[in-house]
């Protein structure tokens, strides 16, 4: 079992910055790769980034490649979202996720953990 908690959301500036943390509690942080999803009004819940669970491996989507740079740090049981340059239409809720495994990492079914999410507003 995992709890995750997000934080860090605001009201920021195009091209601002804002860094996501997501607080787990639970037992094996460690061992379960963890996702970030973001979900506009009126949209699905999108994938966004991942990261492995040792932190080796990292994917992007591609409207957030170059600007986004997911981390994590297991021995504060924490994970992170540093997003630069910000646009408007990177506008929405943001979750993060966890799950074993890697395999089809972008789909948001795989994942049997999420935060509550937290906002994300960048005016133009």
Do not use: H
């Not at 089809?104 to 049997?112: A, C, D, F, P, V």
């Amino acid at each position: 079992q995992v709890q995750l908690v997000e934080s860090g959301g605001g009201l920021v500036q195009a091209g601002d910055s804002l860094r996501l943390s997501c607080a787990a509690s639970g037992r094996a942080f460690s061992t379960y790769t963890m996702g970030w999803f973001r979900q506009a009004p009126g949209k699905e819940r999108e994938f966004v980034a991942v990261i492995s669970g040792g932190g080796g491996s990292t994917y992007y989507t591609d409207s957030v490649k170059g600007r986004f740079t997911i981390s994590r740090d297991n021995a504060k049981n924490s994970g992170y979202l540093q997003m630069n340059s910000l646009k408007p239409e990177d506008t929405a809720e943001y979750y993060c996720a966890a799950r074993t495994g890697v395999f089809n990492y972008s789909n948001r079914r795989t994942y049997g953990y999420w935060g509550q999410g937290t906002q994300v507003t960048v005016s133009s």
